[in-house]
Every structure is written in C-alpha cells, then in structure tokens.
C-alpha cells in the first residue's frame, strides 16, 4: 500500500493526519494552524490556534477571543511527532508560510505570499520543501508587477494633483496588509492621513502588537471635512460608493489591487485610477518561487491553477491541480458576498459565526475583486 | 505616439466628462494637425487598414512574448482585448519612441509591398522600441479595434471648444469617407465648408426612446403630459429594416447607412429612383425587403446585407425598397432647419414624381385625433412588420444625434420567453475575464435545444452572481465555452422570431437579450420549443 501523504485536501482544510491540525481550515476544528490573519484563511470557531506573533492582535481582534498560540519565524513546535515551523510569506504583516517536517520528508504550505519586499510584512524566504503547496491568484503571464516605488510615485504624485485641484483623494485598499503598506509609503509632506473605522481598528491592533506605523486619524463623525480633504483618505473596498465616502466630494477615487493591470478590471471598478499593488506574487514571482523551493511536486490552489499547474508541468515541474481549495481556479475573485459597498454594517446571515469585523471586508485580494461599484 | 499614447492613458485615469474633453483638448492643441486629422480618423472609427493580418500579428506576438500558443491564448481570454493582451505580454523594456502618430501609420502603410518577412523585421522592431503604453495602442492601429470608451460627441466637443465652429457643423464635416491622409485641418475648421465632398452625408437625427417596461405601459394621460397635445405630431410606423441616407448630387448617388458605411453598391435596386432625382436631394429612410409591396421581416433582409456577391437569386429573393421619411437637401439646399411638415410636403411632391413608386415609397403618416387612439394603433405594429411608432413633432427642425424633445421612438413590447441557460462564454472590455455571454435554451421533449445567445440585460451585481454560479457549476470546456448546469432562469426578450434553417432550434431571433433573472422559476418551468413555435404566427 502506497504511503499516506503527510498532508491531504479535505472538505475542510489542508489536513494534517499524523499531526491531527489543519491549515487554515475553513471548517470548526479542533487544531488549527493559521497562516495569516485574512478572513478566509482565518476562520472563527476551531479549538486552538496557532500563528505568527504578529497576527496575534489582529486575529483577536477579528475573532474575539480565542485560545491562540503564536510563534516566532522559525522558531519550532511538535504535534505527535511533526515538527512544525513558520517562515515569512510577504503577504501581509504576520503572514506566513508553514513549514512542515516528519521523518525527514518536509512539506510547505505558503498561503498567500509576494517576493517583493514592501518594506512593512517580514520579506519572503523561500523555504526547502519535497511537496510545496502554492497559491496562485495572479498565476496568469498578463500580470508583472512594476516595482513599488514606482507605483507609490504615481500614488503620491495623483495625491498632489488632487491638492492642487482642491479635490479630497480616497485610496482604496483592504484593511489588513494594503492599508498599512500604503501608509508607510506615502509622502506625508503632502498631509495627514486619514483612516475609514475598519482600518484604523487594524492600525490599532498592529500597534498593540508593537508595530511602529505612520500616524493616522480615524476618520468620526466630528471629523471636519475640509481638513479631511487636505490630506489622504485611507478606506476599505466596502466603503467604495457608500454614503460615507460619498460624503467627501469632489474627490478622486484611486484603487490599489493587482487587478488593476487589467484595463477591463479597471473600468468596471469605475476607479479614477488603479495603481497595480497586489500582495501576491506576480508571474514571474510565483514561478522563481516554486522554483526556489526545490519541491518534487507543487500543489496549487486558489487563482488560475489550470492554466498555471498546465505551463508548470510543459517547464518540467511536477504540478497539480487542488479544487478543493479555496474554491479552486479563478473564482475566488467572483464571491458574491464580498461585494465592496454592499454591506457596509455586519452580517453574518448566513453563518452562525461570531465577528467583529464585517464578513467579506477582507477576504483578501483575490475574494473581494467580484464586488461592484 | 508618445503624445497619442498619453492621451489613451489619460483617458483611462478619469471618469469625468470634464476631464475626458480637457485631456482631448490639450491633445490637439499639442500634436501636429496631421496628427488632428488620423486620431479624429480613429476615434471616429475609421478603422486604419489592416495591412499584416491578425493571425501573423498573434503568431509573432506569441513568439516575441516567448510563451507557448495556448497560454497566449487563454491570456487573450483573460484581458479580453488582444492589443492589450499582446502590450502587457511582451518583455518590458524603457524604450520609448519618438514617432508621430502619422509617422507610425505611414509606415504601417508602406507595408502593403513589403514581403512577410519584412512585415515581420519591421513589427519585431518596432514593439522593441516602444513602452508598455505605446505598444498598447500601436497593437491597437494594427489590429484596428480603436474602442476607447469617448463619444465621438466628447471628441467634437473638444474640437468645437478650441476651433470656434459649433459642435453640428463639426459632426456634419466629419461625416462620411474621408481619410486622414488627404483630408487636412484646415479644410475641416474652415469657417465656409466650400470644399465639401459630393458624398458626404449628414448628420442622422436619431429618436430617443419613450422608456416604459413590460409591467408598467405610459398611458395616454403620460404621454399628454410629457409631448402635449396630440395635434402638434405626426406619427409614423418605426419600420425595422436599415437607417439609410441616399445622396443624389452632381448626377452621382450615394447610399449610407447609420453606421457611415457606403452602402451604395449593395442595393442595385435603389439606382434608378436615386438617378432619377433631381440634383442635390438627400433622403433618409428605411431600406427593407418587400414582397408583394409589404415589408418583410429584418432577417429577410440580413441574409443579403453580410453578401459580397448579390446573386440574382438573393435579388429576387428579397428585393428592396426605401421607405422615405424625410428630405434633408433640396436643390441643392440644406433644408434641415425646415420645419417637420415643410419637409414633409417636400418629400411628398418628390415621391410624387418618380417614375419608381416601387422603390420609392413614403412612410405613410398615421391618422389619429387622440392619444388614446394611437395607443390602440399602435398595437397593431406586428401585423404592421413594424417595431411600433415614430412620434415627431410637426414644428421640428433635423437635428445632429439622439436627443430628447421632438423625435421619440415609442416601441411595443418585445416577445418573451423564459429560457434556462446552457453555455457561457467570457466577455471583452469592461466584461473581460468574467462569464458574461450566454446561450439559452428551451424545453423540446425533455431536452433542452438552444435558441439564442444574449449579452445584456443584467446589472453588474447579477453578472457577478451568474460569472460565480457558471465557474461552481461548469460540466465541460469547449475551448472558451462552458458547458453549465442547467438551472438559472432567464426571461428572454426579442423584437421579431422567424423560421432559419441555420439554427438547431429551426427560429432565429431578433435582437434577443435577458429582460430579468427569474430566481422564482425552477428550470422546468422554462418554456418549451413549441411555445416559440408558437409565436412565429403560423
């Protein structure tokens, strides 16, 4: 009989049998290790948790209390013979991949993760591996990615435009790992930042964690408008068309997401501009990663896996397809629920979950691009 | 380029009707008028000949881009523009050209008597001189689909703003087939259009639509409010055939249609009532097949419009005719800030004189006293072969474009049935990379037969919901098509249903498209193939 693989793809997350937990599962169970915070990596009701420190208040935050244990990258922890280990994926702050190893054959799990360094997430390593498990959201060769400091030209320069016509400027990007990237790339000489209610929590939760962010106004109802539209407007992808943003016209309205390197994208966000930021890897990035991992054989999962398993096997790699996953090839994208200004207040209709923060806020990238403005 | 290519991202970075006529603006006040002359070409979509044929473009694009066909091709997918696909798939590079537009379109011309290989060298170089964004919009010249999300309205806005001459005068001047090569600025700003081309056709004064759904008719009460008094209107059929303008000037004829394409060649009929006219008369009417003097249905009509060859077989099969509805030149005169009904009497004492009453013919008018009475005729428009009726206002002058006021279309409702749908296929631009064309089928047995293809009619909320349900519930691939899980409802519209031979179904339809989403219809509820049958009126 052929042996059990270490992990398996169950109707409720990436199993681990010898170790009895899950990764990033999607289900209520009993031992759960999370690869980072984003809702749908990070679900409410499993028994124990476990992640990197710096997800710690954030996953509070977002799931109220739970029993959470948090490790150091690299640091290890045993479950009945697996060692298991965390090492930076890139994505967002706190994000990681897990690494584990049982009787020397060693497996990698990336969750979301991008190769370049945004200066804030702890910089992507790759990690050697026999059986790699990938995303690949942006597993198409129409995305590149430009370096960031090109785009936070464009960001910062359309923010001075706007100054200059006397328009408020409203950048859009998801609360946990978009928002604090943008922030500690703008040019504050420019003027303050303000921050929509939902990020600024996330600010806060960071900087419980102890990371040193930009400062930030949290944007209440007292807030004056015309000081408002002398700095920059932080706001989540929910908020796009509500009343509340509406309230600070005449405004310019950008949006940050690696969708945007489509022009057909673009145009349906009815976005003044989108500036192409994504925190996942691009083409070439997901291919110099798997490459880097040594691995036998790569797993991939949400995004274009297809596509993407097809051109890995045709350049000599061992892929496969994972459907089960994160519903599989290029849907993630098209959720329905995650339409950004659909529902700004919470609902958890349809789950019995407890939330602090709205279901479909942040899904990450890929889940909430389906939403229409 | 470097300026054309600015322009295209410029337009791109802003929602604002404002900001897109600023950005044209500061466009033309900046390129050479050469340069005026080939982007109002574009723009005003005067396709650039397509010298090197798309299927060599897509080959070299896939070889510069150094990726395999297929992937190529499920990029093209993705995007949904092949000019974009091309621009984004190609190595970056920071080169960046100096070439005018006219430069770079001289070139590509040059490239009729070149041999492939020359082709070849010539498009290889030149994509390696360019950046991302020219690139992008060079593919476009090459593969000649210049969709750029601006009115040509927008472009004549901005040309009106910094030349002095009113927007109607501008949008007279550039209608019809000139090219940017020979036609100059100077002769489009002049202050008299002297020099005017003998073909050029006018404006078409377009109806807008007296809106109303299928649940909620406006009444006559409505209708009173909104157009006053019945007396002040004359009513016509709205006949579904094509909007055409016939030119006869200097003993030359000309035949356009709506789409600016020159259509003479295509209605041999129509030549000698054109060439009896008298010198400088210009009709617009509706060309339709006839039988018997009755109009017959669009499709009729359709099976000879894609033909390069008329046969005589399709000639007799469905023979032409114009109906005429309106005389914008006469004597050589621009008659159309003449009132509806001058013009009108006009048009009556020309038909009156053909020898050709076959081909042309009047649009009758329609006798009513009250509102009432022509909502009751106006039900009549499918025994009619017509869409419903034209209202126009007697005192109306011939205006440029669609606009509200004197000229209303106010149409019946469309056929319905409520089909389930079976394919889906991704769209383009703004729908790219999301499954936005589908294909509908009704019940015949217990099977379920195709019978049309729809693209509108959904919000872009639906969409998301219907693209989510298609990739959860796709049982096949046919290269860009899916296969779905019957199960989603639609009910879908369309004007006319006739008997085709082409189709499964044995129907064809006329402008089908997806009136609403029938959540509350279980697919076996859908109608059945007799049903449509059924609406054929046999």
């Known amino acids: ?373 | 380029m470097k300026a054309f290519a600015q322009l295209f991202l410029s337009l791109d970075e802003t929602n604002k009707t404002n900001e897109k006529v600023k950005v044209l603006k500061d466009y033309f006040i900046n390129v050479p008028d050469t340069d005026k002359m080939h982007m109002l070409a574009l723009f005003t979509g005067r396709k650039p000949k397509r010298i090197i044929n798309s299927t060599q473009i897509r080959t070299w694009a896939v070889e510069a881009s150094n990726i395999p066909p297929w992937l190529f091709e499920e990029s093209y997918h993705v995007v949904g523009d092949l000019a974009e696909t091309m621009a984004l798939l190609m190595p970056r590079n920071e080169n960046s050209s100096n070439k005018t537009l006219t430069e770079w379109i001289a070139e590509l011309n040059t490239l009729g008597d070149k041999t492939e290989e020359e082709r070849k060298l010539w498009l290889l170089d030149s994509w390696a001189m360019l950046d991302g964004q020219e690139r992008f919009v060079f593919n476009k010249l090459l593969t000649g689909s210049f969709r750029v999300g601006v009115s040509q309205n927008l472009v004549i806005k901005a040309l009106a703003d910094i030349s002095n001459l009113d927007a109607a005068t501008l949008t007279h001047r550039i209608m019809g087939n000139w090219v940017p090569e020979t036609y100059r600025y100077e002769q489009l700003i002049q202050e008299q259009g002297a020099a005017d081309d003998i073909s050029r056709p006018y404006p078409f004064f377009l109806a807008y639509p007296i809106q109303e759904t299928s649940e909620k008719q406006k009444s006559a009460e409505e209708i009173q409010g909104a157009l006053g008094d019945a007396g002040q209107w004359q009513a016509e059929w709205k006949w579904d055939g094509i909007r055409a303008q016939l030119i006869k000037r200097e003993g030359k004829i000309f035949i356009w249609s709506r789409g600016e394409d020159l259509a003479t060649e295509k209605f041999p009929e129509l030549h000698p009532f054109l060439n009896a006219l008298p010198d400088g008369t210009v009709l617009d009417g509706e060309i339709l097949s006839f039988q018997n003097g009755l109009p017959m249905p669009f499709n009729v009509l359709q099976t000879r419009i894609g033909r390069k060859n008329l046969s005589k077989k399709i000639l007799e099969e469905s023979p032409v005719a114009v109906i005429a509805y309106d005389c914008l030149e006469f004597k050589g005169e621009d008659i159309r800030t003449k009132t509806q009904s001058e013009r009108r009497e006009i048009l009556e004492r020309l038909q009156a004189d053909t020898p050709y009453p076959e081909t042309f013919r009047l649009s009758a008018l329609i006798n009513f006293i009250t509102w009432d009475e022509l909502a009751e005729i106006r039900g009549q428009s499918r025994a009619m072969i017509a869409e419903g009726i034209m209202l126009k206002r007697k005192s109306a002058t011939y205006q440029v474009g669609r606009r509200r006021g004197d000229w209303w279309k106010w149409k019946i409702d469309p056929l319905s049935v409520d089909a389930v749908m079976i394919y889906a296929q991704k769209g383009h631009g703004r729908r790219a990379d999301l499954y936005t064309d589908y294909t509908f089928a009704v019940w015949d047995g217990d099977k379920l037969v195709p019978f049309a293809k729809a693209y509108s009619g959904l919000t872009d909320a639906e969409i998301n919901k219907v693209d989510y349900f298609i990739k959860r519930n796709t049982l096949d691939k046919f290269g860009p098509v899916r296969t779905v899980k019957p199960e989603l409802v639609f009910e879908i519209g369309f004007e006319g249903i006739n008997k085709s031979t082409r189709h499964k179904s044995g129907i064809a339809l006329r402008f089908p498209r997806i009136l609403r989403w029938r959540h509350d219809k279980p697919k076996e509820e859908a109608d059945t193939l007799d049903s449509l049958r059924a609406l054929l009126g046999e």
């Open chain 1, 1 to 373: 009989m052929a042996k059990k693989p270490l992990l398996e793809f169950t109707d409720k997350g990436i199993y681990c049998a010898q170790g009895k937990f899950y990764i990033d599962p999607w289900k209520p169970v009993d031992d759960a290790v999370i690869t980072h915070a984003h809702a749908d990596h990070a679900y409410w009701g499993h028994q124990h948790y476990l992640a990197h420190h710096l997800s710690r208040e954030v996953l509070l935050y977002r799931l109220g209390p739970i029993n959470l244990q948090t490790v150091e990258y690299g640091e290890t922890v045993m479950k009945n013979g697996v060692e298991i280990s965390l090492f930076p994926a890139g994505h967002v702050i706190g994000s990681a991949q897990i690494r584990l190893e049982y009787k020397g054959e060693v497996w990698v799990v990336s969750g979301d993760y991008k190769t370049e360094d945004d200066g804030i997430s702890t910089p992507f390593e790759p990690v050697r591996c026999h059986h790699f498990i990938s995303e690949c959201t942006f597993g198409m060769p129409v995305y590149q990615w430009k370096p960031q400091v090109q785009i936070f030209d464009d960001i910062n320069n359309w923010w001075r435009t706007n100054l200059h016509n006397g328009v408020a400027t409203v950048l859009v990007g998801y609360s946990l790992g978009k928002a604090q990237r943008i922030l500690q790339n703008l040019d504050l000489f420019n003027g303050k930042v303000y921050t929509h209610g939902v990020i600024e929590n996330t600010n806060e939760a960071l900087r419980r964690n102890g990371v040193l962010l930009n400062p930030t106004e949290r944007i209440t109802a007292d807030t004056p408008k015309e000081e408002v539209r002398k700095g920059i407007i932080l706001a989540p992808p929910s908020s796009v068309g509500t009343p509340w943003m509406r309230k600070f016209g005449p405004y310019s309205f950008g949006y940050c997401s690696g969708w945007m390197a489509i022009r057909g994208a673009k145009r349906r966000r009815a976005a003044d501009r989108g500036f192409v930021l994504s925190d996942h890897a691009d083409w070439d990035g997901l291919i110099s990663a798997i490459d880097a991992t040594g691995c036998e054989s790569v797993y991939l999962t949400h995004g274009y896996t297809a596509t993407f398993t097809r051109y890995l096997n045709e350049i000599g790699f061992n892929a496969r397809e994972v459907h089960t996953l994160y519903g599989g090839e290029e849907e993630d994208k098209a959720t329905p629920q995650s339409s950004p200004g659909e529902n700004e207040p919470i609902d958890n209709s349809q789950t019995n979950e407890v939330k602090v923060l709205s279901f479909g806020e942040d899904l990450g990238e890929a889940e909430a691009l389906g939403g229409e403005i």
